[in-house]
């Protein structure tokens, strides 16, 4: 039996995995809403955080927040594009199959709130 593919939203790249995020700066609470699909069929991760999008204060929470629910050290995590932007690409450094595996399992879709 041929192993599962991973995640459109999730893939492994040099030295690690990059996932596609959207980010809502700003909201009430901070917490991952799941996965998502925008209108052109692309997945990515939805998070949202309380931190205002001033000088990359909502970019360094958005770090803290997966660094935190994968247990993974924040230094292993940094934006690769989107930095301005709500669309974003995160690289996640470590063994490529071992993430693909782990958050894989952490993010499975399904309705927001179930998981840590």
């Known amino acids: 039996m041929a192993a599962a593919a991973p995640p459109r ?14 980010v ?3 909201a009430a609470r901070s917490a991952v809403d ?18 205002a999008p001033d000088g990359g204060k909502a970019n360094a ?11 993974l050290p924040a230094r292993d995590l ?6 301005r932007a709500r669309r974003k690409v995160l690289q996640v450094d470590g063994p490529p199959q071992r ?7 952490i993010e499975q879709p399904g309705p927001a709130g179930e998981r840590g």
């Open 34 to 51: 799941g996965i998502a699909q925008d209108a052109r069929g692309q997945a990515y991760l939805a998070v949202r955080v309380t931190a």
């Open 24 to 26: 809502t700066p700003r």
């Open 78 to 83: 940094r934006l690769v594009s989107g930095g």
């Open 99 to 105: 993430l693909l595996a782990e958050l894989g399992a």
């Open 61 to 71: 929470a958005v770090i803290k927040l997966l660094a935190r629910r994968w247990r």
């Open 9 to 22: 939203w999730l893939r492994a790249h040099e030295g690690g995995v990059r996932l596609a995020l959207k």
